[in-house]
């Protein structure tokens, strides 16, 4: 019998109606003979409840008493969609995820999965049980305790579920018909991707496109899940959405598949460090041991044996960069002049593939930004992406512009 997974993001499950409608979703591949693993979020909205009542009841939490409190969301929808499926005739019930278990590494709110046993979930499907419905999101520590997956994590849990069942098929349900050319929120103009390769969706996820979570698209890549990111709103078509495929089953593509924002980025500049070696090693080991992480680097040149020193993170983490800055220059273990915090940015990134074998992209991008007088402050490249920081003002304007001038609206 083959095993479909199917998960359904917070807004395909925000009340009871669309919950009955994700259900019906289910029904019709329960029809077709599957076997279905449903993976549900919490309902739209209440996991940013529960980490606000964190945050507001400690602000320096425990990550442990974090994850048992943000990963209850799920538990609500599990149940619901198992209730819901059984009063459709369907036979199904919950699991939440220590109950499976999902077992993870003990980095509470960021755990990785390390194992899934099957042996439970398919005695089950054995007996006659039809849909089982695990609440995304959640794993269990090494000690017995509820971990979380960081946000976005059902897209990961759902992924690893399909790796682990050796799923036909991994259905990503979510308010969008697909992976776009950049958020659709942004620009209209945006297209709808019928393809996208696993590397460019990779790059794209963790530049900011949180049409997927980033781990959910390197565990698909690694273990050759089916990935597909499709409506839970509209019919389906088994061609319908987006599929994330190996780059050699993409016909046609442009040099830039995409373009990613990143809305809380901050920009720190530690002036007047020495320029020696450890200096670096100092104050990123720091930052790290403080749990900041940080994204771009720049150590700009060197007057006088003294240079400055610029990263980006969260804005979320800079209270915590401060502290750890402030710390090792209060013990003498790093002298430096000021630290200068710029939150106020925004991360924009174009990726493609086709830009190994293409010049010119960064020269482009930069012109764009220039012709509508974007200053940039921070620039990083790899081999397939371009990613600048700019003044979080000029973030749409800046997605729109470059989604323009290359031609992202059209195939190439
Ligand atoms: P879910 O609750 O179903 O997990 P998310 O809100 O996490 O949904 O992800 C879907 C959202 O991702 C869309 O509503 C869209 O605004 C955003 N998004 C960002 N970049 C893209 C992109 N390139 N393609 C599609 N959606 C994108
Ligand atoms: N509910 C969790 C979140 O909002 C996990 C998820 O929806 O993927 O981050
Ligand atoms: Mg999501």
């Given at each position: 019998?083959?095993?479909?997974?199917?998960k359904?993001?917070?807004?395909?499950?925000?009340?009871?109606?669309?919950?009955?409608?994700?259900?019906?979703?289910?029904?019709?591949?329960?029809?077709?003979?599957?076997?279905?693993i449903?993976?549900?979020?919490?309902?739209s909205?209440?996991?940013?409840e529960?980490?606000?009542?964190?945050?507001?009841?400690?602000?320096?939490?425990?990550?442990?008493?974090?994850?048992?409190?943000?990963s209850?969301?799920?538990?609500?929808?599990?149940?619901?969609?198992?209730?819901?499926?059984?009063?459709?005739?369907?036979?199904a019930?919950?699991?939440?995820?220590?109950?499976?278990?999902?077992?993870?590494?003990?980095?509470?709110?960021s755990?990785?999965?390390?194992?899934?046993?099957?042996?439970?979930?398919?005695?089950?499907?054995?007996?006659?049980?039809?849909?089982?419905?695990?609440?995304?999101?959640?794993?269990?520590?090494?000690?017995?305790?509820?971990?979380?997956?960081?946000?976005?994590?059902?897209?990961?849990?759902?992924?690893?579920?399909?790796?682990?069942?050796?799923?036909?098929r991994?259905?990503?349900?979510?308010?969008?018909?697909?992976?776009?050319?950049?958020?659709?929120?942004?620009?209209?103009?945006?297209?709808?991707?019928d393809?996208?390769?696993?590397?460019?969706?990779?790059?794209?996820?963790?530049?900011?496109?949180?049409?997927?979570?980033?781990?959910s698209?390197?565990?698909?890549?690694?273990?050759?899940?089916?990935?597909?990111?499709?409506?839970?709103?509209?019919?389906?078509?088994?061609?319908?959405?987006?599929?994330?495929?190996?780059?050699?089953?993409?016909?046609?593509?442009?040099?830039?598949?995409?373009?990613?924002?990143?809305?809380?980025?901050?920009?720190?500049?530690?002036?007047?460090?020495?320029?020696?070696?450890?200096?670096?090693?100092?104050?990123?080991?720091?930052?790290?041991?403080?749990?900041?992480?940080?994204?771009?680097?720049?150590?700009?040149?060197?007057?006088?044996?003294?240079?400055?020193?610029?990263?980006?993170?969260?804005?979320?983490q800079?209270?915590?960069?401060?502290?750890?800055?402030?710390?090792?220059?209060?013990?003498?273990?790093?002298?430096?002049?000021?630290?200068?915090?710029?939150?106020?940015?925004?991360?924009?990134?174009?990726v493609?593939?086709?830009?190994r074998?293409?010049?010119?992209?960064?020269?482009?991008?930069?012109?764009?930004?220039?012709?509508?007088?974007?200053?940039?402050?921070?620039?990083?490249?790899?081999?397939?992406?371009?990613?600048?920081?700019?003044?979080?003002?000029?973030?749409?304007?800046?997605?729109?512009?470059?989604?323009?001038?290359?031609?992202?609206?059209?195939?190439?």
């Amino acid at each position: 019998m083959s095993v479909l997974v199917m998960k359904f993001g917070g807004t395909s499950v925000a009340n009871l109606d669309r919950i009955r409608r994700a259900a019906k979703r289910v029904g019709v591949e329960v029809a077709k003979g599957h076997d279905v693993i449903v993976i549900v979020s919490a309902m739209s909205g209440k996991t940013n409840e529960l980490v606000g009542w964190v945050e507001e009841t400690s602000p320096l939490f425990d990550a442990r008493e974090y994850d048992a409190v943000v990963s209850s969301g799920e538990n609500v929808t599990a149940g619901l969609m198992a209730l819901t499926l059984q009063e459709m005739d369907v036979p199904a019930r919950s699991w939440q995820g220590w109950q499976v278990p999902v077992r993870t590494t003990a980095t509470h709110a960021s755990a990785r999965i390390e194992e899934i046993p099957t042996d439970n979930i398919l005695a089950k499907f054995g007996e006659g049980m039809r849909v089982a419905v695990v609440a995304g999101f959640q794993g269990l520590a090494p000690d017995g305790r509820i971990t979380t997956l960081g946000r976005g994590g059902s897209d990961t849990t759902a992924v690893a579920f399909a790796a682990a069942f050796g799923a036909e098929r991994c259905d990503i349900y979510t308010d969008v018909d697909g992976v776009y050319t950049t958020d659709p929120r942004i620009t209209d103009k945006a297209r709808k991707l019928d393809r996208i390769a696993f590397e460019e969706m990779l790059e794209l996820a963790s530049l900011g496109a949180k049409v997927l979570q980033t781990r959910s698209v390197e565990l698909a890549m690694r273990y050759k899940v089916k990935l597909r990111v499709l409506s839970s709103f509209e019919e389906q078509s088994d061609t319908a959405g987006t599929l994330v495929c190996d780059e050699e089953e993409i016909m046609e593509s442009n040099v830039v598949a995409g373009v990613a924002h990143s809305r809380d980025e901050a920009k720190l500049t530690v002036l007047s460090v020495a320029d020696r070696p450890g200096i670096a090693a100092t104050i990123f080991t720091t930052l790290s041991e403080a749990g900041v992480n940080v994204d771009m680097i720049v150590q700009n040149i060197s007057e006088e044996g003294r240079t400055d020193m610029t990263f980006s993170c969260p804005t979320g983490q800079v209270a915590r960069a401060e502290d750890a800055l402030a710390r090792i220059k209060a013990d003498g273990k790093l002298n430096y002049g000021e630290l200068v915090v710029d939150k106020d940015v925004a991360k924009i990134s174009v990726v493609g593939i086709g830009m190994r074998s293409h010049t010119g992209v960064a020269a482009k991008m930069f012109q764009v930004l220039s012709a509508e007088g974007i200053n940039i402050k921070v620039i990083t490249t790899s081999e397939i992406k371009i990613s600048v920081l700019i003044d979080r003002k000029y973030m749409e304007l800046a997605v729109q512009a470059l989604h323009d001038a290359f031609e992202l609206d059209k195939v190439a």
